[in-house]
């Protein structure tokens, strides 16, 4: 036997579900569109009488996991590149995290047995170059740098051009932190990539800054097709809101997590924790 929800019965069910997302810092804009998404593939539908409610949370924990089910293995991706190096580009806001994220990724390669090189290709920022060169000290990296002012696109390039010469596995294209309500800056991003043709676009983005995360994604989802998303700081947002919030407005997965300031402080995304977190595991 079958029976149909109701608009007034989905409601009642969700406002639970919505205070448990609300409490673990889902965004509320994404709160409203998964609830719209289930609104519309439940109500009026039929289901199984006796298992309503079953229904309604199976399908909110389907909706949740399956933004995470297009998660990939960067390194299985570059050990599948015929053709060297394998390029990434990283964009997201000053302060973000991107380029400490950078430098751990290029540790974490390092240990895979990857040769790494870095670009420099923020040169707008002051201090962003010494910054990524420290790094690359520490590490033992070779920087690709220009001076301050000089083209984004030409430092990438070069980076390239030295890693073919070389034949080194992986570039890592640092650009600008830009604001992403900055249409000059955004459109010399665009560039960047017009240029480097990057194999993988990651996003980085703040965990603990919510809303503000979600709009940044957004925005340079919209400008240059990310593949990927970095979340930094997310041992100080246990709760895995921000996750949820960025992958089901952006369609993109998140890959790793950045869980403290060491380089070791990088490990991959734990869709099974992160759904424990919100009750739904």
């Not at 889902?26 to 289901?47: Q, T």
């Not at 079953?54 to 299985?76: C, N, Q």
């Not at 921000?242 to 890959?255: E, N, R």
């Amino acid at each position: 036997m079958t029976t149909k929800i109701s608009g007034q019965q989905f409601e009642d069910m969700f406002s639970e579900m919505e205070m448990a997302l609300l409490e673990n810092n889902v965004a509320v804009e994404v709160i409203d569109k998964i609830k719209h998404d289930l609104k519309e593939a439940l109500v009026d539908h039929p289901i199984r009488r006796g298992r309503v409610e079953e229904t309604v949370i199976v399908s909110l924990k389907d909706s949740i996991r399956g933004l995470f089910e297009s998660a990939f293995d960067i390194v299985s991706r570059i050990r599948e590149k015929r053709e060297k190096p394998y390029v990434i580009a990283f964009v997201g806001i000053n302060g973000s995290g991107k380029t400490t994220s950078i430098a751990k990724l290029a540790s974490y390669l390092g240990e895979k047995g990857f040769s790494v090189v870095l670009a420099a290709a923020d040169t707008f920022r002051a201090a962003s170059i010494e910054q990524i060169s420290q790094h690359g000290d520490k590490l033992g990296i070779r920087v690709v740098k220009h001076d301050y002012g000089a083209d984004p696109a030409a430092v990438a390039f070069d980076a390239i051009k030295h890693g073919k010469a070389k034949g080194i596995d992986v570039v890592l294209i640092d650009t600008a932190g830009r604001m992403h309500s900055n249409a000059d800056l955004v459109n010399e991003m665009k560039k960047i990539m017009r240029v480097a043709k990057p194999d993988l676009k990651i996003f980085v983005g703040e965990s603990i800054t919510g809303n503000d995360c979600v709009e940044q994604a957004k925005t340079f989802n919209d400008a240059v097709s990310i593949d990927g998303i970095i979340l930094s700081k997310a041992d100080v947002d246990e709760k895995g809101g921000a996750a949820v919030s960025v992958s089901y407005i952006t369609k993109k997965p998140i890959l790793y997590i950045g869980t403290g300031q060491d380089y070791k402080d990088l490990r991959p995304f734990d869709v099974d924790a992160v759904m424990e977190n919100l009750g739904l595991a």
